[in-house]
């Protein structure tokens, strides 16, 4: 009978760990999906700011930069997302 109930009491504690080990991992994947789902959306905004050329004083750096760390993860250039930008608006 004592011997049942030590089962039952083991039985609950590896359930609870199970749980709470498929919870962080839930949560925590969660988390970290969102914030890498931002980044992209945060790339094109400053891409679209450079369309503007808001990005730097300089048109050249504004172009370079953008270019570089904005467009080149999506295949576009500023100059293209620009002519792209002013005609759908």
């Known amino acids: 009978m004592a011997d049942d109930c030590c089962r ?3 039985l609950g ?5 199970r ?3 498929v919870a962080r991992v839930v949560v925590g994947t969660s ?6 789902a931002t ?9 679209h700011d450079a369309s503007h050329f808001l990005l730097c004083r300089s048109n ?3 172009e370079l930069i953008s270019d570089l760390f904005c ?3 999506f295949g576009l ?5 620009r002519t792209w930008h002013t005609m759908s608006t």
């Open 39 to 47: 980044r992209p959306h945060a790339l094109l905004v400053l891409l």
């Open 71 to 73: 467009g080149l993860p």
């Open 60 to 62: 050249f750096w504004n």
């Open 77 to 81: 250039t500023t100059q293209a997302y």
């Open 31 to 36: 988390a970290l999906l969102l914030i890498v």
């Open 19 to 21: 749980f709470l080990h």
């Open 13 to 17: 504690y590896h359930l609870r760990r």
């Open 8 to 10: 039952h009491i083991q």
